[in-house]
């Protein structure tokens, strides 16, 4: 609902506006941030602008001002001028979303994108969730969005993109997809929003004795659903592994360190550094579960969390890599929670390295051996209705754990 406000009023909300965006923390430390407010000469300057685009605005626009919206737009445009192309002002609804699918659940069409180094100004599908609004209306992972209701994602951004093809349940979004040949085809999709449950893990056997689990992301629930998985195998014969990160956008760091506990032994799974040269590192315990023979199947879509999982395997001399180089991402975003309790901010805040070897941040992950997939195979059908046979990145793995 619209509401006119006072100038004064807007003047206090704007002002708690660039003290929440540029002093974003916890609750408990706000007084060390205030401290360092008087002293932010760009604060100052910020003030300042806002203030008078705001006198301005008042004076002269003859529209109804929602102060919500206002100012979640100042948060977003704050966001958007860092540079950061991973960070991501969460507004109350948005938040609510992420919490939901951090914990397996998500409203939308079902996809995880990345964005495009090779085609700026689109991104492409990594991932099409079983089940989901997507894969019944036919979008393929390695299509590529071009448009969210008409407009370029070259001019929305990728943040903003990203949250343009969210909504809420029951709503329709329309999207235009590049496809085929030189991705020269459009295609205009509509989607209907609905909760979907994410299931991160997927497994069966691909031989008499090679058990095969598919991790297409990593969330909070990852860790029990692998373990699962991994026992289930073995009941049924499983005595070697090929685990498939290939589309995998990354996720939860816990979801990706919990996991790979299981498959390390001891000593370290990953260490990052933080802007004020604050080296940390997360440990793997001594009760490694799996020391059975190992493959990874791993492509140029599979990034982040999903990279350290192969990364670290790699360092450990745990696992074959098989596939292509992956998407290089080895910088990790904090969420943070903002004073108010149903906002937060979502910012790369420090980078990360695999247990040994140095950080891919912008290089990606080699594998020991390069196999591509046929081309044009996923412009044909969607990754998940590759059969076996067809897939020469999963028969080379069967091949070398074979042998």
């Known amino acids: 609902m619209n509401r006119k406000i006072s100038l004064s009023s807007a003047a206090v909300l704007i002002c708690l506006a660039v003290l929440l965006t540029f002093m974003i923390t916890f609750v408990n430390t706000n007084n060390r941030y205030n401290r360092m407010l008087a002293t932010n000469e760009l604060s100052d300057r910020v003030t300042l602008k806002l203030a008078e685009l705001d006198r301005n605005a008042r004076e002269l626009y003859i529209g109804e001002i929602d102060s919500q919206k206002l100012l979640d737009s100042i948060a977003e445009g704050y966001v958007r001028g860092l540079g950061d192309r991973y960070a991501e002002y969460m507004n ?4 609510a979303e992420y919490l939901k699918s951090n914990q ?33 209306g036919g979008i393929l992972e390695g299509d590529y969005i ?5 407009e370029y994602i070259s001019s929305l951004g990728y943040t903003e993109a990203v949250n343009r093809i969210r909504g809420d349940e029951g709503t329709a979004v329309n999207l235009t997809i590049l496809r085929s040949g030189a991705y020269s085809e459009e295609i205009e999709m509509s989607f209907i929003r609905a909760e979907v449950r994410t299931q991160s893990v997927k497994s069966r056997m691909v031989g008499e004795d090679i058990g095969y689990i598919q991790i297409r992301q990593f ?16 009941v049924l014969g499983a005595q070697k592994y090929i685990f498939d990160l290939r589309f995998n956008p990354g996720g939860d760091l816990d979801g990706v360190t919990e996991t790979l506990d299981f498959l390390l032994p001891e000593g370290p799974i ?18 490694e579960q799996i020391t059975a023979p190992m493959a990874v199947l791993m492509n140029e879509s599979t990034a982040s969390a999903a990279e350290l999982f192969c990364a670290a395997l790699k360092d450990y001399e745990k696992a074959v890599l098989v596939g292509a180089k992956t998407f290089g991402k080895g910088t990790m975003q904090g969420i943070y929670t903002l004073s108010d309790r149903t906002t937060a901010l979502k910012i790369s805040n420090a980078r990360y390295y695999p247990p040994f070897s140095d950080c891919y941040d912008g290089i990606g992950i080699y594998p ?4 591509y997939l046929p081309e044009g195979l996923l412009k044909e059908k969607s990754f998940d209705r590759i059969g076996d046979e067809e897939d020469t990145q999963l028969q080379a793995a069967i091949k070398i754990l074979s042998e």
């Open 104 to 136: 397996g659940r998500m409203v939308g069409i079902g996809i995880e994108v990345l964005p495009s180094e090779e085609r700026g100004g689109v991104m492409e599908v990594a991932l099409v969730m079983p089940d989901s609004p997507a894969e019944y």
């Open 146 to 150: 071009y448009k969210v209701e008409g």
């Open 270 to 287: 990953i260490r990052y550094t933080y802007k004020s040269g604050r080296e940390e590192s997360r440990m793997s315990g001594a009760d």
């Open 219 to 234: 969330n909070r629930e990852t860790p029990n659903e692998f373990i699962n998985a991994a026992d289930e195998l073995t």
């Open 92 to 95: 109350a609804e948005r938040y």
């Open 368 to 371: 020991h051996v390069e196999v």
